[in-house]
C-alpha cells in the first residue's frame, strides 16, 4: 500500500466467460505477483459451462465487479438479441441455468468504477450500457475523451493493447491519457490461445499484460458435456 492507503498494485481481469478453469489458472497466477487487489471488468459468463461456479469464484476474489454485456443477457434475454448466433444460444442456455443467487447478483452489477484515479469499464468508456468497442484509432480517441483521470481500463473486444491518442503503446507514461484492453481470461480471441490479464503498478505508474496457459481441453470438455454448440469449445484452442 501506498503511505495514503492507496492500493498500489491491482490486477485487472475481464471476459471470463464461464471459463472455470481459466479463471482458476489466471486467479492462481495472480496470487504469485504481489497483488494488493483484483478488479473484474465483466462478463463473468457466456459461452462456457460453469457460469454459477465462476460467479461464486469472483466473488470471493475480487474487490470490484462490473456488469458486461454477457452478464446482462444471462439476465435479459433482449440482450443477446443483437447476438452472434452462437452467442445467443450460450446467454439462453445461461439464462436457464443461473442460480437464483448468481441471476440476482448479475442483474445489480454498476457499469463502471474510479478507483486511486483509474477508471473501469467493460466495453468503453463512451456509452457504456452501448456495449461499443474500442478496435480502431477513431474509436480510441473518442474513448479517451470519455472518462476522468488518466487511464480507462476496458475488456469487451478479447484483444490486449495499450493505446493512446498516437495509437498502440509499448508502455504508459505519466501526464497522458490511455485506455488499457486487459485482454480475455476466458475467451482469447487474438489468435493466442494463453489466457490474458493485467497488472498496474500504481507506485511505479507500470502497466503489464500478462498471458498464462490453462487447461484448454478440460474447458472443452466442460462446454462438451452440458451440450453448448461445439465451436464454443473449439475456438479455445486457436485463441479466435
Not at 15 to 25: E, G, K, M, T, V
Request: hydrophobic letters at 40%; one cysteine or more; glycine letters at 10%.
Amino acid at each position: 500500500m501506498l503511505r495514503d492507503g492507496t492500493t498500489m498494485k491491482i490486477a485487472i481481469i475481464s471476459d471470463i466467460h464461464s471459463n472455470l478453469p481459466a479463471l482458476q489458472r489466471a486467479l492462481e497466477e495472480i496470487d504469485t505477483l504481489g497483488v494488493n487487489e483484483i478488479l473484474c471488468l465483466g462478463d463473468v459468463v457466456g459461452y462456457g459451462a460453469n457460469p454459477n461456479e465462476c460467479i461464486s469464484l469472483v466473488q470471493k476474489r475480487c474487490a470490484g465487479i462490473l456488469q458486461g454485456n454477457h452478464d446482462a443477457a444471462a439476465v435479459d434475454l433482449s440482450v443477446a438479441s443483437f447476438f452472434t448466433t452462437h452467442a445467443r444460444v450460450a446467454a439462453e442456455w445461461t439464462h436457464r441455468h443461473l442460480s437464483r443467487e448468481g441471476t440476482a447478483f448479475l442483474k445489480e452489477l454498476p457499469l463502471t468504477t474510479e478507483r486511486n484515479g483509474l477508471f473501469f469499464v467493460h466495453a468503453s468508456p463512451l456509452e457504456p450500457s452501448e456495449w461499443n468497442y474500442v478496435l480502431d484509432i477513431g474509436e480510441v480517441r473518442r474513448a479517451l475523451e470519455a472518462f476522468p483521470g488518466e487511464v480507462c481500463f476496458i475488456g469487451h473486444s478479447h484483444i490486449p493493447g495499450v493505446f493512446s491518442y498516437r495509437g498502440a503503446e509499448e508502455e504508459v507514461r505519466r501526464g497522458e491519457r490511455y485506455i488499457i484492453n486487459v485482454g480475455s481470461v476466458g475467451q482469447p480471441r487474438d489468435g493466442d490461445p494463453r489466457l490474458s490479464f493485467g497488472i498496474f503498478d500504481i507506485a511505479e505508474w507500470r502497466y503489464d499484460n500478462y498471458r498464462v496457459e490453462y487447461d484448454v481441453e478440460q474447458a472443452r470438455k466442460n462446454i462438451l458435456e452440458v451440450g453448448l454448440p461445439r465451436i464454443l469449445g473449439d475456438r479455445l484452442r486457436s485463441g479466435l
